[in-house]
């Protein structure tokens, strides 16, 4: 059992809490400190993906990332399918605009993602050889990394290694690299990336490994072994990225949670949590039940996280329900808007908000 911290009975308890003191998690909030206040108390920087179409047209969300945030992801920007269009153009636009807006206001950017599965540009269906796969992943990392170099300081290299379990194990996940270089794919993404920027922090990023649920235990065990095999080979990685899209419905498996980042820990790699939020598709419809319920999820994950390890930053997928990725794949069948994220659809803090902040100020 980990012990380094409080412990409490696991979400249900947590659930009672907060149904009888919404207060405390969801009411009343000290002013969030700014980002430079932040960096002098050493609290554990917060982010959000940044979201394009909102940073441009609502002054409002521009003005949250203000308040609460000190890292921001592109959310897209640096993926393949929106960077490379064609094989010879890259569009930095966003990923450059997101940039701008970080440093104007005292917050470091994080790159999202080198060598992924999804999002691949039509484009790349025409690589038909290892040796043109190994090229065009070179010209990228060479280019967009060295665009970068000094400004992201933090890299997901490589995204969803692994694979749906299957059964009792996982394997990696299919893509254009797998099929072309083989495993050795991730070994060149990080190789090239620390090349082209050796101050850079480079991460592997994964989903899906903190749940009660059939897959989750065989995909740490895969991301175990594959972060040791490549740590190994002297791969040059320096952590690993949780994404921690949380699906509601089960409960954390903070055991298995606690033992696996007591392992990288033990390998001398930091952990990131990348893009926090709660699927929360499944859950009851009354907000603050719902509300209550996604809390938990996060407190549950979060004290599991934070028992083996101080994690380098927290980061959400989104930080208002006013912009998410969730109802693209998890839409509520009552029609009800999903409340996946930190603040409301009108920028009102919620108990997740009130979790996050309670985690990242915890001293070192
Ligand atoms: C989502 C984004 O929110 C979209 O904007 C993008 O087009 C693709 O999918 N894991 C990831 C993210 O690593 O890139 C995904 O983001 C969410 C799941």
């Not at 919404?22 to 909030?29: C, D, P, S, T, V």
């Not at 993926?79 to 450059?96: G, H, K, N, V, Y």
């Not at 839409?331 to 979790?355: A, F, M, T």
């Amino acid at each position: 059992m980990f012990s380094r911290r409080q412990t409490i009975a696991g979400c249900a308890g947590l659930v009672a809490t907060l149904a009888g003191s919404a207060l405390e998690l969801g009411g009343a909030q000290a002013a969030p400190d700014t980002a430079a206040a932040l960096r002098m108390k050493r609290r554990i920087p917060y982010g959000t993906c940044a979201n394009g179409g909102a940073m441009e047209k609502d002054a409002e969300y521009r003005s949250a990332l203000k308040t609460y945030c000190q890292q921001l992801t592109p959310e897209g920007g640096l993926i393949w399918a929106d960077l490379r269009p064609t094989r010879e153009q890259f569009d930095f636009d966003f990923p450059d605009a997101v940039l701008a807006f970080a440093e104007a206001n005292g917050m470091t950017m994080r790159g999202h993602t080198l060598a992924w599965y999804g999002a691949m540009p039509d484009w790349t269906k025409q690589i038909g050889s290892a040796a043109e796969a190994e090229r065009e992943l070179a010209i990228h990392i060479e280019r967009v990394v060295g665009r970068y170099r000094g400004k992201i300081k933090t890299w997901h290299v490589v995204n969803e290694p692994i694979d749906e379990a299957k059964g009792k194990s996982a394997g990696l996940r299919p893509s254009i690299w797998l099929q072309y270089l083989g495993d050795k794919y991730i070994d060149l993404a990080f190789r090239l990336a620390h090349q082209v920027d050796p101050s850079a922090e480079l991460l592997l990023n994964e989903y899906n490994i903190e749940s009660m649920d059939a897959s989750s235990a065989p995909r740490r065990q895969a991301l175990l072994a594959l972060v040791r095999d490549l740590l190994a080979r002297g791969v040059p990685m320096q952590g690993v990225g949780l994404q921690a899209h949380i699906p509601g419905k089960y409960a954390i498996d903070r055991e298995g949670l606690y033992s696996f980042v007591s392992e990288i820990r033990s390998l001398g790699l930091s952990v990131h949590i990348t893009e926090l939020d709660v699927i929360d598709d499944d859950l009851p419809a009354p907000t603050s039940v719902r509300d209550a319920i996604v809390a938990a999820r996060a407190y549950d994950f979060l004290e599991a996280v934070f028992a083996a390890e101080r994690p380098a930053a927290v980061v959400t997928w989104g930080i208002t329900d006013r912009y998410t990725w969730v109802p693209t794949w998890h839409k509520r069948r009552d029609g009800l808007i999903n409340r996946p994220l930190p603040l409301d659809q009108h920028y009102q803090p919620k108990p997740l908000w009130s979790v996050i902040d309670y985690f990242c100020r915890q001293p070192a």
